[in-house]
């Protein structure tokens, strides 16, 4: 899946296609998460700046190639919040009604 978003990313950026492009993008965007920086303080930048000089693509594309690259996965993260708190409640409310079942059964339930 990420290596068809830098393939995109890419495309989207610079208008045209290479294989190379995302291939180089998607190892060095994997590498840079290896690198042990407190809270990753430009290590996607720093290295994507030099995965696109690599293929002659300017400074900037690498930053914004970062921010974008970024911003899609914080979006993948909020979603799988929100598919996760919806599952939590769902799985709440029939521990709930099966406590209730357990606890009352045989009393009224509004006493």
């Not at 994997?30 to 994507?48: K, N």
């Not at 970062?66 to 899609?72: E, N, T």
């Not at 769902?90 to 209730?100: A, D, N, R, Y």
Request: with cysteine; aromatic share 16%; hydrophobic share 50%.
């Amino acid at each position: 899946m990420p290596l068809f978003q830098a393939f995109f990313l890419i495309y989207f950026l610079t208008g045209r296609w290479t294989i190379n492009g995302g291939l180089i993008t998607q190892a060095f965007s994997g590498l840079s998460s290896f690198l042990m920086l407190p809270a990753s303080i430009g290590s996607l930048e720093m290295v994507e700046g030099f995965a696109f000089q690599a293929l002659s693509l300017s400074l900037s594309l690498a930053v914004i190639f970062s921010l974008i690259w970024r911003g899609l996965r914080l979006l993948i993260c909020a979603w799988g919040g929100v598919i996760a708190l919806q599952f939590m409640r769902e799985s709440g409310q029939t521990k709930i009604q099966k406590f209730k079942k357990f606890y009352l059964h045989g009393k009224q339930e509004d006493s």
